[in-house]
């Protein structure tokens, strides 16, 4: 019963991250995004547009998500991580309504990655929340 169960839940979990839609991103980058419940990822010109399937992308989500997914794969891999010439990071609800949209120019990510940083003000300093779809320049 435990290996039919296993066997279940692995196929459940395929057929989940088989349906993220990857447009211009990179196999590696896909690995590192998969099982993250996204619909969709888009890289155009350094602006990676993620879409959840969740009704709320929420701000401890939204950080965790920026700091464990696309930090870390800088900090895993930063010799292709460069070649993305990630500007901007736009975290989007199922609807594409909410959300949030990180600041990535520069070595953001690599001074993150200094000990004492706390992540959250870190990534929150560099952040603009997403209405209605559309998200906001940073200042």
Known sequence: MKKLLALLISAACTLAMA???FRNVPVP???ALRG???KS???DNGVMRLQMDKPVVSELVYSTFIFHNICAEQWHNPEQFAKLALT???LLNATGAQGFAFDARGDVCEQMGHLGKNF???IGQRTVQCEA?????HP
């Open 41 to 43: 990822v888009h890289l």
């Open 36 to 38: 993250n419940a996204l």
């Open 19 to 21: 349906d993220t839609e």
């Open 133 to 137: 779809g559309t998200c906001p320049k």
């Open 120 to 122: 959250r003000t870190f």
């Open 29 to 31: 980058l896909q690995k």
């Open 88 to 90: 901007r990071v736009e």
